[in-house]
């Protein structure tokens, strides 16, 4: 007999890897001290608004793309979504001085809480849109190793 995993094991194993991701590594997929919050209080306001070249983006620029996501996830998994998302506009921050980095990383965190908040309530992982909570992994993911290879670059450049 096939054994099911239930929505309750299922959001737990969600929101324990967006955890990962953010701020609480397991060891499922990340060393310990290598989550996105433990990054970005390693990294300076001058070292996050540094391009690696001229007209590249900035670690800033990842930080307020990857809250800009959660934003628009957020709103596709309450079906808030109603038009195409303008995905250049996540890409506006390119600086910040030190108040404006301090900021910028409460405003992602914030938006990091109102998602967990979101997805902790959710009792019905079967409906399609859900399966866009997975997506925050991935792409939360990518940005993290994008911005501990940047900041491997820009800390050498200090």
């Known amino acids: 007999m096939a054994e099911h995993i239930t929505n309750e094991q299922f959001s737990q194993t ?3 890897l967006i955890e990962e991701d953010f701020e609480k590594v397991e060891g499922v997929y990340l060393d310990r001290g290598t989550s ?4 970005l209080d390693k990294i ?4 996050a608004s540094r391009p690696l070249f ?5 670690i800033a620029g990842h930080v307020y ?3 800009f996501y959660l934003q628009v996830t957020l709103d596709y998994l309450e079906g808030r979504l109603k038009s195409k998302v303008d995905w250049r506009e996540s890409w506006i921050i390119t600086a910040r001085n030190h108040s404006e980095w301090n900021e910028l990383r ?4 914030d938006e990091y809480k109102t998602v967990l908040d979101y997805l902790a309530g959710i009792n019905d992982w079967t409906r399609e849109r859900m399966f866009g909570a997975m997506g925050i ?5 990518y940005h993290l190793g994008a911005i501990r290879q940047m ?3 820009v800390a050498k450049e200090s």
Request: no cysteine; charged share 20%.
């Open 137 to 141: 992994m991935a792409h939360t993911a």
């Open 44 to 47: 300076t306001a001058e070292q």
């Open 106 to 109: 409460g405003q992602l965190k």
């Open 151 to 153: 900041a491997t670059l």
């Open 54 to 58: 001229d007209g590249g983006t900035t």
């Open 65 to 67: 793309h990857t809250r």
């Open 36 to 39: 996105l919050f433990e990054t």
């Open 14 to 16: 969600v929101r324990a």
